[in-house]
């Protein structure tokens, strides 16, 4: 097991920046701007032979009695709980604050071992580190987050406290899923409940979740991350650039995904701004579920379940091979569905057929109905081939591929889903002219 590293500290002094200097990416927001990063932010990183996972925290106000700052800081404090070693982060620019001294007092009580780094240290003078030794933390180490200097040092103090830890093999790759969706569907609420454990901030206030948030955890002997995500709100209402770059994450993160877990709230139902969702995610190849969320809240009745189909077939037509699961993250009911669905639509979008059968398939349906015929030239099939996965692929090889038309091709999409479960994920059909290179 890696040893686990958490940054601390008073809001705006370079958390996110030194996150992001140490493990070579951009996972954390970094804004000028108190209050950016809110939830716990994990990445792996790597010094000097020594692996261990990183964490950046929000800033911490332990006075304050706001209710975001309440939430973030006991993000932090579970950090801090989880952490092997401790890097409380101070602003240079700035003195000492009784903030400083009271995070200082909390970190001082959880026994861990407690690095001091001072940022901002652009120009490299002793003189300004003297008064930190006054936190009681031992030498403070003076860097420079935006210059990359003095990092150095600083790792070389965190890793000396890693204890020998036996590192275990990898079980096997982990499969990514999102959880994408609007502002306040419940997303926050569900990845906390499919975790079994408050891993993000969840409150009524739209848009809490700002970066994509990655969580490792095991299900039914399989690795998973779950990503959560910002909500993903139409352009023309994304006014500031920290909520700007958090969509971008989001959709970031639906690119880098296995599988997508669009989460819609039930009682709104699917909107606009949702079907623009799934259709990303279906131009992306990705395959995915529908988890309509905050189901206890609608008034049901016997048609109530084949009313919502009937929407949900409606508006996403363009996705017809949809999977989707009525659920309640508040009260669980169908949460423990949902992860067997998304391996479900996994294993369907990795899911190969013999080019024997294939071409056997594409006979019968030939033979079924005939290919159209355009200006008196029928269009010929001679040979198909699934050439790749997720999504699906098959390319089907022709006289001539302007022959064919959008509603032979939806045919022949719709009788290989007939013939084997594509459920759940798009597939790809591409028509080549024979003597074209492949």
């Known amino acids: ?29 970094v804004e000028d701007k108190p209050g950016v990063t809110r939830d716990r932010i994990y990445g792996d990183a790597e010094w000097c032979g020594h692996t261990f996972t990183l964490v950046d925290t929000g800033g911490i106000e332990l006075k304050s009695e706001d209710e975001m700052w309440v939430h973030i800081k006991k993000q932090a404090e579970t950090a ?54 006054n936190l009681g933390l031992g030498e403070p180490f003076g860097i420079s987050c935006e210059q990359a200097t003095g990092i150095g040092d600083l790792l070389d103090e965190v890793c000396s406290n890693f204890e020998k830890v036996e ?35 969840v409150s009524n206030i739209a848009g809490t979740t700002r970066d994509a948030i990655d969580t490792p955890f095991t299900a039914f002997g399989q690795k998973f991350v779950l ?9 023309k209402a994304v006014e500031e650039n920290v909520e700007y770059y958090s969509v971008i994450r989001a959709l970031g993160a639906i690119r ?31 395959p995915s579920v529908i988890v309509m969320n905050k189901w206890d809240l609608i008034e049901k009745d016997t048609h109530t379940v084949n009313a919502f189909n009937s929407k949900l077939d409606c508006d996403l037509a363009f996705m017809d091979y949809y999977k989707s699961v009525y659920v309640s993250a508040k009260s669980g009911q169908r949460v423990d569905k949902i992860i067997a669905m998304a391996m479900q639509s996994y294993e369907n979008a990795h899911r190969r057929i013999t080019t024997g059968t294939l071409n056997d398939l594409i ?49 022949l999409e719709n009788f290989i889903r007939k013939a084997f479960d594509f459920s759940g994920t798009p597939i790809r059909i591409i028509f080549r002219e024979r003597n074209e290179d492949k």
Not at 227 to 235: H, L, N, Q, S, Y
Not at 364 to 383: F, N, Q, V
């Open 167 to 201: 590192q275990t093999e990898d079980d096997g790759e982990a499969i990514k899923i999102a959880v994408v969706g609007k502002p306040n569907a419940g997303k926050s609420s569900l990845v906390n409940k499919l975790l079994g454990y408050d891993r993000t901030i």
């Open 256 to 286: 880098r995904a296995d599988v997508c877990l669009m989460v819609v709230d039930s009682k709104e139902g699917l909107s606009e701004q949702d079907v623009k969702i799934c259709g990303y995610i279906h131009e992306q190849g990705k």
């Open 227 to 235: 990503i959560d995500t910002a909500g993903i709100r139409k352009k």
């Open 1 to 29: 097991m890696k040893p686990i590293v958490a940054i601390v500290g008073r809001p705006n002094v370079g958390k996110s920046t030194l996150f992001n200097k140490i493990t070579g990416k951009k996972i954390s927001i």
């Open 363 to 411: 006979g019968d349906a030939i033979r079924t109905t005939e290919p159209p015929s355009k200006s008196g030239r029928r269009l010929k099939i001679y040979y198909s081939t699934q050439d790749d996965v997720c999504p699906p692929r098959f390319v089907i090889f022709v006289n001539d591929a302007e022959l064919v038309h959008f509603s032979y091709k939806r045919y």
């Open 80 to 133: 801090i709980d989880a952490a092997d070693v401790i890097v409380l982060l101070c602003d240079v620019k700035c003195d000492i604050t009784a903030s400083d001294y009271d995070v200082a007092d909390m970190l001082r009580r959880s026994r861990k071992p407690v690095i001091l780094a001072v940022n901002k240290l652009d120009n490299y003078r002793p003189e300004k580190l003297f008064d930190y030794y």
